[in-house]
């Protein structure tokens, strides 16, 4: 696929922000569960905390912010979800489960062959995981 290069257009999708109230528990989650990498952490000049995580096959970040002066963290239901693909979404059931987050439903296998499911994140963000067609 050709590369667009124009000035005046989006190129690249370089992060996905999700604010959280509690920082220590929701990075756990990004890091243990999921398996995430940590690529930095920084206090912004306006005092927000910020944690980047990566999944090992992607180049685009998420970026985990705690910043209180905006208020409560309110996560409405069914807005908005990650999604991220498994090898082996029974192994990665067991380890989450193990670890205190079952998934919240499925697995379901698709039209197409990929099994689907879902788990909640701290702070009720939803994370949807896919496993492949083998």
Do not use: W
Not at 42 to 63: H, M, N, W, Y
């Amino acid at each position: 696929m050709a590369l667009v290069q124009c000035e005046y257009m989006v190129t690249k999708l370089l992060h996905t922000r999700y604010r959280v109230h509690d920082l220590d528990k929701t990075t756990n989650f990004y890091r243990e569960v999921l398996g995430l990498k940590e690529v930095s952490r920084s206090t912004s000049d306006r005092g927000s905390q910020l944690v980047f995580f990566k999944a090992p096959c992607s180049e685009e970040l998420i970026e985990i912010c705690k910043y209180d002066a905006s208020g409560p963290v309110q996560v409405g239901s069914d807005l908005t979800h990650l999604a991220f693909e498994v090898e082996d979404m029974k192994a990665f059931a067991a380890h989450a489960e193990k670890l205190g987050y079952p998934l919240s439903d499925g697995p379901q296998e698709t039209s197409s062959g990929s099994l689907i499911a879902f788990i909640d994140a701290p702070e009720g963000y939803e994370i949807e995981l896919i496993q492949p067609k083998a």
